[in-house]
């Protein structure tokens, strides 16, 4: 029988399309229904689309896998952000007060409404981490209600590369495929296969792909930096293949044999790997070339997380993603970043169960994807396939069939949600509507102010001023002869 509910979630990586169906039990948990994969080398670079007619023909593919295995249509599907167009960059504003001014809401939206009005070349603000608010000299995560002089609110912004939204928006729209949100993929990712207690003592959540690898730096359960570097395993396999192999042979040999970090001692005699029929390569070279370029990624990583955030990260390093899986990866965090502390995150916080033919247990690089259903809250399901004819509705058929989408209001944006084009669109026709009757508004009370002020000075010249003190004086007689009748 056809399942009636479930939420459809894809993540567009640098070398595959993936696309999951499941569905949200009532203890939390996630049945997965279905899962499609797609290559996605040949147009998506470093989780970038490149080519948008070959990624919109991917992502109809994708749907068609899952709406068969459904055996319903899929009427909306929920899509995650990241790979090397986005990053964060913090941003400070100020407020100077009056002495014992009383800190309002209004006060701390108008800066956050400052805050997201920045202006970056070719990038756009998608979503605000607020850090602490300065309330004189004391640090605050809620200054409403405080007395202070001077209020500054520190954010940290995260960026997107406008042409790429762009391009991504048009991928879906090409295909013809509703989206339900798009989700800020490492943010997602976070609040799914971190712990309460590893983002509030303090972690560096690390998701390696196949050309990026994501820096999430997180402390008191606040993103502190957020950084995508551009290095991943496809770099490992591709420097395997420089033995003059092809890349789809470097990257099996990668899958069987390559470690992360292997000591001096393993390395006695001159054991070889077998490269094909023929060739074979020592396995010191191969050593070689893997950790060098494990090395170069893992220091990087540790390079890029602040200074002043190294030392409190108390709950250490989290690992995902499918560079998550390579052996001994964690041995080469320790050995090339120094921390201790090390966890590799191989499915969410919440449990995930699956047939063993749909999903492979403990694969760190299905964690994304499977973050993005979890956070889903929309129905994906549409009508029930007819297997006797039309496996497919028509176009029209398919834009009539909009499932129980709940609209959002113009303007309202949850956390980790970066709005479609449409609706910033129409958040910034709204912007505009507002803006234009508040400065009809001012400007009526501009004119009322200048009649009123015109008026007075009128009332307060010489000669008005005599003509009413003749007209009180002349009132003054006539109650005076009243009075005497």
């Known amino acids: 029988m056809a399942a009636k509910d479930f939420i459809v979630a894809i993540e567009l990586g640098s070398s595959k399309v993936v696309g999951v169906a499941g569905r949200k039990n009532m203890d939390g948990s996630i049945s997965v229904l279905a899962v499609a994969k797609e290559p996605s080398s ?8 490149y080519n948008i007619d070959k990624t919109a023909q991917c992502l109809q593919n994708i749907v068609r896998q899952l709406e068969l295995k459904l055996r319903r249509k899929v009427t909306q599907v929920y899509v995650g952000v990241g790979g090397q167009s986005i990053r964060s960059v913090r941003n400070n504003v100020t407020l100077e007060l009056p002495q014992d001014t009383k800190v309002t809401l209004e006060m701390v939206d108008g800066m956050a409404d400052t ?28 200054p409403v209600g405080i007395q202070a002089m001077h209020l500054e609110g520190n954010y ?36 799914s296969v971190l712990t309460e207690t590893e983002r509030r003592s303090g972690c560096a959540l690390v998701d390696m792909g196949a050309e990026t690898t994501t820096v999430s730096v997180f402390t008191k359960n606040i993103l502190r930096h957020l950084v995508v570097i551009p290095l991943g395993a496809a770099n490992i396999t591709k420097d395997i293949a420089s033995l003059q192999i092809e890349e789809a042979d470097a990257e099996k040999m990668k899958l069987n044999y390559a470690s992360a970090y292997t000591e001096s001692a393993e390395l006695e005699g001159d054991a070889q790997y077998k490269i094909d029929g023929d060739r074979a ?31 409190k990260l108390l709950a250490g ?12 990866i964690e041995r080469a965090f320790r050995q090339h970043a120094g921390v201790n502390k090390i966890r590799i995150a191989r499915t969410l916080t919440q449990a995930v169960s699956a047939p063993a033919d749909l999903l492979q247990k403990q694969d760190a690089g299905m964690c994304t994807v499977l973050s993005l259903v979890a956070l889903g809250s929309e129905n994906c399901a549409g009508a029930e396939l007819d297997t006797n004819g039309n496996l497919f509705a028509s176009e029209g058929e398919q834009q009539n069939d909009t499932g129980d989408r709940t609209p ?12 479609t084009l449409e609706e910033q669109q129409a958040a910034e026709e709204k912007k505009k509507q507002e803006e234009a ?5 001012r400007e009526q009370q501009e004119r009322e102010q200048e009649l009123a002020a ?32």
């Open 281 to 311: 390569v020592s396995r010191r070279t191969f050593v070689e070339i893997v950790e060098g370029r494990v090395e170069e990624i893992v220091r990087n990583v540790w390079y890029h997380v602040p200074a002043e955030l190294k030392d």
């Open 454 to 485: 015109a008026a007075e000075r009128r009332r307060n010249r010489p000669f008005n001023k005599l003509l009413r003190g003749l007209k009180n004086f002349g009132k003054t007689l006539v109650d005076a002869d009243e009075g005497e009748g």
């Open 408 to 419: 959002r209001k113009a303007g309202e944006k949850p956390e980790g949600v970066v709005l």
């Open 42 to 49: 040949a147009f998506i670079r470093k989780g970038m689309v």
């Open 115 to 142: 805050n997201r009005a920045m202006r970056y070349p070719d990038m756009a603000v998608q979503d605000v981490a607020v850090q602490e608010y300065r309330v004189d000299s004391q640090l605050q995560l809620d």
């Open 437 to 441: 009757a508040a400065k009809l508004a």
């Open 156 to 191: 940290l912004n995260i960026l997107q590369r406008v042409t790429f939204f762009k391009n991504l928006n048009d991928c879906f729209k090409t295909a013809n495929l509703r989206i339900a949100d798009f989700l800020i993929a490492p943010l997602a990712l976070a609040k």
């Open 317 to 328: 390093v989290v690992l995902t993603g499918g560079g998550a899986n390579l052996k001994n």
